[in-house]
């Protein structure tokens, strides 16, 4: 306890509890309550039984009435702590209710019905985690179909843009050709013109090419995108020009020099770029919207604002659909959390 | 026992599949693009490494950028440019009319002009609040701190979240019966509409933004600071600066490089709001929280009469939004150098 309360109070060297020590955890504090917070209250309510979703005020933690098996009942009765006329409590199974009345029974005594009236009775209730909502939610929600379109979408998308991102970017860095600047340019007088600034054409182009409805239509629009390009040619940049010499004396084909000299040295780059591409497109709304029309085509996150508009007020199988949802981004970050921060902090963006 | 052998042999030889593939990959790729650089020669191989990006980037990107003008000078229902008559400038017309430019209740497209004041005010509210908030919590992780990479995660985890899931996640939280409205009631006060009010909507739109996003600009940040030399601190406090002086003359000024990007990337984003309003409010409550993207969208996709003039015609004018903002930056940019 006293090597506790050291380490909660130990400062910088002085005995005193400095004030900005103080402020400061007390704002790191708060960034937990703050960050983490909703994420937590979303978790636990998406465990509330449907009848206490919508109860007011809501409570912390999922709860359920207890319940008893009693002979000559088919269901099991709810349990509710009753106080009687002479004052004494007792703990008794509902076996129904009548307008402002409870009839209940005592589970080991089950012939004999007490009356009591609703506001001398509390529910016993213990704190129960109850996936009924997971299970009633899948049978609507198509979650392992739309996992699965998003996880195509993710992965397609990521490795094609890796691909045709590095290779151009190898060109505009390492070769000297005809057109190499204005391609270059043209590229980034683009970066800040977002895919949503072109919807109606880019749709029709879509249309066109006949990828309405089709996975495709999301994966390839997408896959030049002129940040990642940018991001892979600037890295490439600081890549010595000797190396490629040498590697063609010794006889490597362009191609060779591609996948195995640059590639392997670009590695801190394009490990962000997977970490943005992924994002990007595990997180993609409005373009998977427009494209995609059929529910079985859906992804996640369409799925997900679909689900939530035919379903306005079912809140507990919206909540446990988007804890689902959320889940695998959620994994995959507790265990990558540290080289997806530093990789955006010391590579990205600069 | 056989067993655990018969799954070491079998996780054997798939290994070795791979092996064999990626081997057959490399070499067969090798063949392709030898062959090709024999008949062509090393420095047209320039072209074969950027026409697969270039292809991409010009049918889904370039081209649509121009069909955009013909779709924004064209008229009429029809999706096929061919069919669509040329109107000239009459869809930005349409846009810009206005008896007075203060006033949407004026123009002949109100709803625009909504979208366009709403778009406005979020995006100087939002930025001012996602830059002073990342800078406090940039600065703070820059102190002497326990478990910083811990921290830094704890901030950085909204940012992975979709916006569709961050707007549930705040709509649960703040209905009618939700969790603040719970705690209000036990704090005595009185259950405030959250959701249906229009200057309440338009606030949490901008908080729950900066709680999505805060977290990208601080690691941004946060290397910005964490490269600025200690020895410059240091010497500051031998001449005897407070803390504070510290941070105005020497963290401030070499933070600026930093504050840009921030500034800049998240106007951008900010100019391009759509998913999780879309998700969270929808609009709503009225036109409160419209903004350009969502009255786009809705012309061009979602309203019975699809008027895709009007929408090319007001993506081209929050293109051009774009385009000023970065050349700012750039001014900017070529200012301090």
């Given at each position: 306890?006293?090597?506790?309360?050291?380490?909660?109070?130990?400062?910088?060297?002085?005995?005193?509890?400095?004030?900005?020590?103080?402020?400061?955890?007390?704002?790191?504090?708060?960034?937990?309550?703050?960050?983490?917070?909703?994420?937590?209250?979303?978790?636990?309510?998406?465990?509330?039984?449907?009848?206490?979703?919508?109860?007011?005020?809501?409570?912390?933690?999922?709860?359920?009435?207890?319940?008893?098996?009693?002979?000559?009942?088919?269901?099991?009765?709810?349990?509710?702590?009753?106080?009687?006329?002479?004052?004494?409590?007792?703990?008794?199974?509902?076996?129904?209710?009548?307008?402002?009345?409870?009839?209940?029974?005592?589970?080991?005594?089950?012939?004999?019905?007490?009356?009591?009236?609703?506001?001398?009775?509390?529910?016993?209730?213990?704190?129960?985690?109850?996936?009924?909502?997971?299970?009633?939610?899948?049978?609507?929600?198509?979650?392992?179909?739309?996992?699965?379109?998003?996880?195509?979408?993710?992965?397609?998308?990521?490795?094609?843009?890796?691909?045709?991102?590095?290779?151009?970017?190898?060109?505009?860095?390492?070769?000297?050709?005809?057109?190499?600047?204005?391609?270059?340019?043209?590229?980034?007088?683009?970066?800040?013109?977002?895919?949503?600034?072109?919807?109606?054409?880019?749709?029709?182009?879509?249309?066109?090419?006949?990828?309405?409805?089709?996975?495709?239509?999301?994966?390839?629009?997408?896959?030049?995108?002129?940040?990642?390009?940018?991001?892979?040619?600037?890295?490439?940049?600081?890549?010595?020009?000797?190396?490629?010499?040498?590697?063609?004396?010794?006889?490597?084909?362009?191609?060779?020099?591609?996948?195995?000299?640059?590639?392997?040295?670009?590695?801190?780059?394009?490990?962000?770029?997977?970490?943005?591409?992924?994002?990007?497109?595990?997180?993609?709304?409005?373009?998977?919207?427009?494209?995609?029309?059929?529910?079985?085509?859906?992804?996640?996150?369409?799925?997900?604002?679909?689900?939530?508009?035919e379903l306005n007020v079912q809140w507990h199988l919206i909540l446990a659909m988007t804890v689902l949802t959320l889940l695998p981004i959620t994994v995959v970050f507790a265990f990558l959390q540290k080289n997806?921060?530093?990789?955006?902090?010391?590579?990205?963006?600069? | 026992?056989?067993?655990?052998?018969?799954?070491?042999?079998?996780?054997?030889?798939?290994?070795?599949?791979?092996?064999?593939?990626s081997v057959f990959f490399i070499w067969l790729f090798d063949l392709i693009f030898g062959t090709l650089q024999k008949w062509i020669g090393l420095n047209r191989m320039a072209y074969v490494f950027v026409l697969?990006?270039?292809?991409?980037?010009?049918?889904?990107?370039?081209?649509?950028?121009?069909?955009?003008?013909?779709?924004?000078?064209?008229?009429?229902?029809?999706?096929?440019?061919?069919?669509?008559?040329?109107?000239?400038?009459?869809?930005?017309?349409?846009?810009?009319?206005?008896?007075?430019?203060?006033?949407?209740?004026?123009?002949?497209?109100?709803?625009?002009?909504?979208?366009?004041?709403?778009?406005?005010?979020?995006?100087?509210?939002?930025?001012?609040?996602?830059?002073?908030?990342?800078?406090?919590?940039?600065?703070?992780?820059?102190?002497?701190?326990?478990?910083?990479?811990?921290?830094?995660?704890?901030?950085?985890?909204?940012?992975?979240?979709?916006?569709?899931?961050?707007?549930?996640?705040?709509?649960?939280?703040?209905?009618?019966?939700?969790?603040?409205?719970?705690?209000?009631?036990?704090?005595?006060?009185?259950?405030?509409?959250?959701?249906?009010?229009?200057?309440?909507?338009?606030?949490?739109?901008?908080?729950?933004?900066?709680?999505?996003?805060?977290?990208?600009?601080?690691?941004?940040?946060?290397?910005?600071?964490?490269?600025?030399?200690?020895?410059?601190?240091?010497?500051?406090?031998?001449?005897?600066?407070?803390?504070?002086?510290?941070?105005?003359?020497?963290?401030?000024?070499?933070?600026?490089?930093?504050?840009?990007?921030?500034?800049?990337?998240?106007?951008?984003?900010?100019?391009?709001?759509?998913?999780?309003?879309?998700?969270?409010?929808?609009?709503?409550?009225?036109?409160?929280?419209?903004?350009?993207?969502?009255?786009?969208?809705?012309?061009?996709?979602?309203?019975?009469?699809?008027?895709?003039?009007?929408?090319?015609?007001?993506?081209?004018?929050?293109?051009?939004?774009?385009?000023?903002?970065?050349?700012?930056?750039?001014?900017?940019?070529?200012?301090?150098?």
């Open positions: 306890m006293s090597k506790i309360l050291g380490f909660l109070t130990r400062t910088r060297g002085t005995s005193k509890l400095h004030i900005t020590d103080m402020l400061t955890y007390t704002y790191l504090s708060l960034g937990v309550i703050v960050m983490f917070g909703p994420v937590l209250w979303l978790v636990l309510s998406s465990f509330k039984t449907s009848a206490e979703v919508v109860k007011f005020p809501p409570r912390l933690l999922p709860y359920k009435q207890e319940t008893v098996e009693v002979e000559g009942f088919e269901e099991p009765l709810p349990l509710y702590i009753a106080t009687l006329e002479d004052g004494t409590q007792m703990t008794l199974a509902q076996k129904r209710r009548v307008g402002l009345e409870r009839q209940l029974i005592d589970p080991s005594n089950p012939e004999e019905t007490i009356k009591v009236r609703l506001e001398n009775t509390v529910p016993v209730e213990s704190v129960s985690f109850n996936l009924d909502n997971y299970v009633e939610g899948v049978q609507s929600f198509n979650f392992a179909r739309y996992l699965w379109n998003s996880v195509i979408v993710t992965l397609f998308a990521t490795i094609l843009t890796l691909l045709t991102n590095s290779m151009a970017a190898f060109a505009l860095s390492k070769y000297q050709f005809r057109g190499r600047t204005t391609i270059f340019l043209v590229m980034i007088s683009t970066l800040m013109v977002p895919l949503s600034v072109v919807l109606v054409p880019v749709f029709l182009v879509i249309t066109k090419v006949g990828w309405n409805n089709n996975l495709l239509g999301i994966i390839i629009p997408g896959a030049a995108t002129p940040t990642g390009m940018f991001l892979l040619r600037q890295y490439m940049l600081t890549i010595p020009d000797e190396l490629l010499d040498a590697a063609r004396i010794d006889g490597a084909s362009e191609w060779r020099i591609y996948s195995q000299i640059i590639l392997p040295l670009s590695r801190p780059a394009l490990a962000v770029l997977t970490i943005f591409s992924v994002m990007w497109r595990w997180n993609d709304f409005l373009w998977p919207l427009i494209v995609l029309s059929r529910s079985e085509m859906f992804t996640l996150q369409v799925g997900l604002n679909s689900f939530q508009g997806i921060t530093t990789g955006i902090a010391t590579t990205g963006m600069k | 026992m056989t067993v655990q052998t018969e799954n070491k042999s079998v996780k054997n030889i798939l290994e070795q599949m791979l092996n064999a593939l697969p990006n270039l292809l991409i980037f010009g049918i889904f990107i370039l081209f649509p950028m121009l069909l955009n003008f013909v779709y924004a000078f064209t008229g009429g229902t029809e999706f096929f440019p061919g069919q669509r008559p040329w109107v000239g400038t009459t869809n930005f017309e349409t846009l810009l009319t206005c008896e007075s430019f203060l006033d949407p209740n004026t123009c002949r497209e109100d709803i625009f002009w909504r979208a366009l004041f709403n778009t406005a005010g979020y995006v100087v509210f939002q930025v001012a609040l996602m830059v002073l908030v990342s800078l406090v919590t940039a600065v703070v992780l820059n102190g002497k701190i326990k478990a910083r990479g811990f921290f830094r995660s704890v901030f950085f985890y909204p940012v992975l979240l979709s916006p569709i899931v961050v707007a549930l996640i705040w709509k649960w939280i703040l209905q009618e019966n939700g969790l603040f409205n719970g705690i209000i009631i036990a704090l005595g006060g009185d259950k405030v509409p959250f959701l249906v009010d229009a200057q309440w909507a338009r606030f949490w739109v901008i908080i729950i933004s900066v709680w999505a996003f805060m977290g990208f600009y601080t690691l941004i940040l946060l290397a910005g600071l964490q490269a600025i030399p200690a020895d410059l601190y240091e010497a500051a406090s031998i001449d005897g600066a407070s803390g504070w002086n510290a941070f105005t003359r020497i963290t401030l000024p070499l933070l600026m490089p930093s504050m840009v990007v921030v500034l800049v990337l998240s106007g951008i984003r900010a100019v391009q709001i759509f998913d999780v309003v879309f998700a969270f409010t929808g609009g709503g409550p009225g036109t409160a929280t419209l903004y350009l993207v969502q009255y786009i969208y809705s012309k061009g996709f979602s309203s019975p009469s699809k008027q895709f003039g009007l929408a090319a015609a007001a993506s081209l004018l929050m293109a051009g939004v774009l385009i000023i903002l970065t050349l700012i930056q750039q001014f900017i940019r070529r200012e301090e150098e």
